[in-house]
């Protein structure tokens, strides 16, 4: 069975502009959570969504949203991108009966210079 | 709030010695307990897992037990190999976060042949 596919794996942009990263869970699971990594903050969770519809969101602001379609894959979207929103941007999918467990995909390094 | 902290590194360890990786928790309620890997360029790997005090988890030699009365759950392995060289992370989940993963600062080992 496929694992967690995201792309791109790795993208530049500038300040003021915005981002959509994707994400392609594992066949048959349809919860989706993004969670970004930075050296200075770690790992933080952003956003779960289940079913088309955010389940649980992280401490962002708004510029940090998503979205999931009816086939469970999933996209995340930074408006208006900080130089502080440089960090991996990792994608991790679950079965509904068994959400605690994730499985995460390689993820997206994003430099915003 | 709920929260992880595990033992600082860099960990540099000759091969075959043994590993300790120490992270104790704060949660309330009953967490569910994790440990995952990262390899360097990846994402994270699901390495073990426990779900209720006195679990053990283990997974390619590596064991944590979910230790309620000191709020731990130490990682070991008695023999390591330079392949397991990476970043270690300690997480926790609640069922009131559901897929929101918290997690420790992480741990780098770095294993010498």
């Known amino acids: 069975k496929a694992g967690v596919t995201q792309t791109p794996r790795y993208l530049i942009k500038t300040r003021g502009q915005q981002v959509t990263l994707s994400c392609s869970p594992i066949?048959?699971?349809?919860?989706v959570s993004w969670y970004q990594q930075t050296p200075g903050q770690g790992l933080q969770f952003l956003f779960e969504?289940?079913?088309?519809?955010?389940?649980n969101k992280g401490n962002f602001p708004g510029r940090f949203s998503g979205r999931q379609f009816s086939n469970s894959r999933s996209e995340m979207n930074v408006s208006t991108l900080e130089l502080g929103d440089s960090a991996l941007y990792l994608c991790?999918?679950?079965?509904?009966?068994?959400?605690?467990?994730?499985?995460f995909g390689p993820g997206t390094r994003l430099l915003v210079l | 709030g709920d929260s992880v902290t595990q033992m600082e590194g860099p960990v540099t360890l000759s091969e075959e010695a043994f590993l300790t990786i120490n992270c104790t928790y704060t949660?309330?309620?009953?967490?569910?307990l994790f440990w995952y890997v990262q390899y360097p360029g990846e994402g994270l790997q699901l390495l073990l897992k426990?779900?209720?005090?006195?679990d053990k988890g283990s997974n390619k030699g590596f064991e944590a037990t979910y230790r309620k009365e000191t709020t731990s759950f130490h990682l070991e392995k008695g023999s390591v190999q330079v392949s397991d060289s990476a970043v270690y992370f300690c997480?926790?989940?609640?069922?009131?976060?559901?897929?929101?993963?918290?997690f420790g600062k992480g741990t780098t080992l770095s294993v010498s042949s």
């Open positions: 991790a999918s679950s079965l509904e009966g068994a959400r605690e467990t994730q499985y």
């Open positions: 066949s048959g699971h349809r919860s």
């Open positions: 969504y289940f079913s088309e519809t955010q389940r």
């Open positions: 949660a309330t309620g009953y967490p569910s």
């Open positions: 426990a779900t209720k005090a006195d």
């Open positions: 997480a926790l989940t609640t069922p009131q976060a559901g897929t929101a993963l918290i």
